[in-house]
Nanobody
């Protein structure tokens, strides 16, 4: 069982930056591939980024590639999402998620979810 708690959301102007953090409970954090997803009002939840459990390999949605960076600190049981050059269309609730699969880009591949943190980008 893994419990995830996101933090770092807020209101920022377009072009600004935010760093989200997701703290995980348990002693087996390093055995989970971690992902970030987001859900905008009236839209389905979508994949944002993923970092593998045993490899620093990362993968991003096309819409955020080059602007967002996912990273993890296994000693702190935390995964981060650095978001730069934010756009109004990045406004959403951001969720972190964990899976024992090595790869994962869809919701159904992830077993554990945080409660989400709101990111609002004003124009």
């Amino acid at each position: 069982q893994v419990q995830l708690v996101e933090s770092g959301g807020g209101l920022v102007q377009a072009g600004g930056s935010l760093r989200l953090a997701c703290a995980a409970s348990g002693r087996t954090f390093s055995s989970y591939t971690m992902g970030w997803f987001r859900q905008a009002p009236g839209k389905e939840r979508e994949f944002v980024a993923r970092i593998m459990r045993d490899d620093p390999n990362t993968y991003y949605a096309h819409s955020v590639k080059g602007r967002f960076t996912i990273s993890r600190d296994n000693a702190k049981n935390t995964v981060y999402l650095q978001m730069n050059s934010l756009k109004p269309e990045d406004t959403a609730v951001y969720y972190c998620a964990a899976t024992r699969l090595r790869f994962g880009v869809t919701e159904r591949e992830y077993d554990y979810w945080g409660q989400g943190t709101q990111v609002t980008v004003s124009s």
